[in-house]
């Protein structure tokens, strides 16, 4: 089971190697990570995608906020939340296939931001289902290439 | 506002914390550091290794209370204390660890003595720092404090770059530390605490499992109020042996692996289980899906980290224990349990610890019960790891908290020696006593030097089997007797397989630690009788330096009860079938 933890930190020197250490130490398997400052620059937010059963879950959350630089963990078990993330695909493309890679490309609103004699790279922005669904849908052209970044969330509304 | 050092500043914070101690060993990245320690107010104790000094703070925060201090340089000297730092992390012992470290301006260029100290020493310690300059110098120390000692305690390191120990600065030490991200909670949760009341209320067959934290919190008097007014039976950890009194009737004593028998069949029995500042180790609960499987179990400890992380838990109590307990003292209904505490009886009278008494041989289960005695249980008592360990655990009847040292959760040979001289300069008016394995004596037995030069007076027991006995023990019972490189008096010359030492036929035993005490102008005085056990630790006792006792118990002893590592608490094995 995937989850998705959100982890306010210190802005400081070493906190991701703490993290990391702390995942590898407890033998937590992470999914997808993303780092990146918060709008308060001594702050930064880790969105991290951990698999596991609610046991695991709830270690990897009491032991995040055991951690000395963790300023708050939210575990997105159980409330409302949106989550995106971004891939770019380097996809296979011939003259007989075009069309077909294109309405893919509209259906799932993607787009494509380089366009070569046999390839295109396409953007699509989305939870990491769609994305993987989009993968598997133009897997059978042929991908040469793909670069995910991990995924972001945050709770809806009041929150 | 006046100007000082890197170096100044530890100093100045050190003193502000009112360190009574430092242990450590100087070196080239921590000279400046030392420099300014040079004829200062704080007493400084120079080990032999920096793994002595590592144990040593840490026997000395163990009996105390207080935090243990140890400095030590870059590179080699950090990685020494690596080991010191993991042994009281398990443990829960507030220690704050200062290293050198090279000039910032090289650091990552693999220069002389460098480690990246603060990876390597991450996952051992509680929190670690790295001062990049020496403003943040008086702040860390403080946090690094305040972080040692508080919520559940632990080690913390602070690395301190040598350009940094130079660099200069306004001091001012702050008054009180606020760190966002940090914040322990000691108030359990009202609500729970009344849950926790009412299961305990409706019991019929509760069962107190104390550990370190009811040390740690100074809770023991709870725990015995507790007990004596619910008729509540306690079993301890090894950690927190002393902290309920053994002579009380309703004192279990150990659980675990080679916990009492009564401890062990009470845990399966119980309906619930109140466990205090105890973390459910391995040893502890056996196999886990059979440990306490007809109980409700309350798990009242200070890191939620601890709470269903081996088993489930059905009343959490996030909180200091000591808080806690007070709560639920005031809470809990007035209950005479006479047919539990019957059942419970029967249990002790049943199987009680037992070793031939009778045989002439000199047992070492003898010379603990020995010193026991003569002690009153009022020494404190510290251990290496292994057969004698818990053999201490068993009949060593320590008074109080705080009197039995132990590596309990690293399980760290080397610990016990060096943390016993840590512990007689945190209690001169204390009789310290060692009881040691001559396999793990060895680890550390540099630091007699220390004793010694200090005029330390610490007492060492070697309960010499010749043998790394806890690992014969095993390979005698689970390994067909193939005594695989466990023997320390086997020589090239011995048949490959030996499995039948004999006193009369085996290599002399090196070293001769009679003449090695000597060696240091230490008395040492070697048994090899039962007869003359008394007489020796008579000696010993009376002799107001240190002394070594070099005791040649029988070879082959194991320890029992015993529960197999990965076996149910119910499959207590009481004692060898042969």
Request: hydrophobic share 40%; charged share 25%.
């Amino acid at each position: 089971m995937r989850h998705t933890v959100s982890v306010l930190v210190e802005n400081k020197f070493g906190v991701l190697a703490r993290i990391s250490t702390l995942f590898a130490a407890r033998g937590f398997n992470i999914d997808s990570l993303n780092v990146s400052e918060t709008e308060d620059p001594a702050i930064s937010r880790m969105t991290i995608v951990v698999k596991g059963d609610y046991s695991i879950l709830e270690q990897v959350t009491k032991q995040l906020n055991k951690l000395v630089d963790v300023i708050k963990v939210n575990d997105f078990n159980d409330v409302e939340y949106v989550e995106r993330g971004i891939a770019l695909i380097k996809i296979n493309i011939k003259k007989s296939t075009r069309n077909e890679v294109h309405q893919l490309i509209e259906i799932f609103r993607s787009r494509i931001i380089d366009v070569s004699q046999d390839s295109i790279i396409v953007e699509i922005t989305g939870d990491g289902d769609k994305i993987r669904a989009f993968i598997k849908m133009v897997m059978p052209y042929g991908i040469k290439e793909t670069c995910k970044t991990g995924i972001v969330a945050l709770g809806r509304g009041q929150r | 506002m006046e100007k000082k050092t890197g170096s100044q500043i530890l100093v100045e914070s050190l003193l502000k914390e009112k360190v009574e101690v430092i242990f450590g060993l100087p070196g080239g990245q921590a000279l400046p550091m030392f420099d300014a320690i040079h004829g200062s107010r704080l007493n400084f104790i120079l080990t032999r290794h920096e793994q002595g000094a590592s144990h040593m703070a840490d026997g000395y925060a163990r009996s105390t209370g207080k935090p243990g201090v140890c400095l030590v340089t870059s590179g080699p000297g950090a990685t020494n204390i690596v080991t010191g730092l993991g042994t009281a992390y398990t443990d829960s012992v507030p220690l704050v660890a200062f290293t050198g470290q090279v000039a910032t301006s090289v650091i990552g260029q693999d220069a002389f003595q460098e480690a990246d100290t603060i990876g390597i020493t991450r996952p051992v310690t509680k929190h670690n720092f790295l001062v990049k300059d020496v403003k943040y110098l008086a702040n860390t120390i403080k946090e690094a404090f305040y972080i040692a000692t508080t919520g559940r305690p632990g080690p913390v390191l602070v690395d301190i770059p040598i350009d940094v120990q130079r660099g200069v600065c306004e001091f001012v030490y702050p008054e009180r530390v606020e760190i966002r991200s940090y914040k322990p909670n000691y108030n359990g949760h009202p609500g729970q605490i009344k849950k926790a009341v009412n299961v305990i209320n409706k019991s019929e067959k509760p069962v107190f499992y104390i550990g370190t934290g009811v040390v740690i919190s100074e809770a023991e008097n709870e725990v015995l109020k507790i007990s004596k007014k619910a008729d509540i039976p306690v079993t301890n950890t090894l950690l927190a042996i002393g902290a309920y009194p053994h002579d009380t009737s309703l004192s279990l004593g150990m659980l675990g692996m080679h916990g009492t028998f009564c401890a062990n069949r009470a845990i399966q029995s119980a309906d619930v289980i109140i466990a205090v500042g105890a973390r459910f180790d391995d040893r502890c609960t056996g196999k886990v899906c059979d440990f306490a499987k007809k109980a409700k179990i309350i798990h009242v400890d200070i890191d939620p980290t601890a709470i269903s992380k081996v088993v489930d838990v059905d009343i959490p109590v996030v909180g200091d224990a000591k808080t806690v307990l007070k709560e639920m003292l005031t809470l809990i209904d007035k209950k005479e349990r006479k047919d539990w505490i019957k059942t419970v009886d029967a249990w002790k009278t049943e199987h009680p610890l037992s070793y031939n008494r009778d045989d002439g041989k000199l047992h070492p289960q003898h010379v603990i019960e020995k010193i026991s005695e003569f002690t009153k249980g009022e020494a404190i008592v510290t251990t290496e790891v292994g057969q004698h360990q818990m053999w201490s655990a068993q009949y060593y009847k320590a008074k109080y908290p705080r009197l039995f040292l132990s590596s309990g959760g690293l399980g760290t040979m080397g610990f016990g020696y060096p943390a016993g001289i840590g512990a007689k300069i945190g209690n001169p008016d204390k009789e310290v006593i060692v009881i040691a394995g001559d396999g793990s004596f060895q680890m550390n037995m540099q630091e007699m030097a220390i004793s010694v030069l200090n005029g330390i007076n610490v007492k060492v027991v070697i309960l010499n089997n010749q043998y790394l006995g806890n690992v014969r023990q095993w390979q005698e019972m689970f390994y067909g007797k193939r005594y695989s490189h466990s023997c320390l008096a086997r020589r090239k010359e011995c048949p490959q397989l030996c499995n039948t030492p004999n006193r009369a036929t085996c290599p002399v035993y090196i070293p001769d630690f009679v003449k090695w005490a000597q060696s240091y102008g230490v008395l040492g005085i070697r048994v090899t009788d039962k007869k003359d056990v008394e007489p020796a630790l008579k000696k010993m006792l009376e002799t107001k330096s240190s002394v070594v006792l070099d005791v040649w118990v029988e070879m082959e002893e194991n320890i029992f009860p015993m529960v197999p590592a990965g076996a149910s608490l119910d499959d207590v094995i009481t004692r060898m079938s042969v």
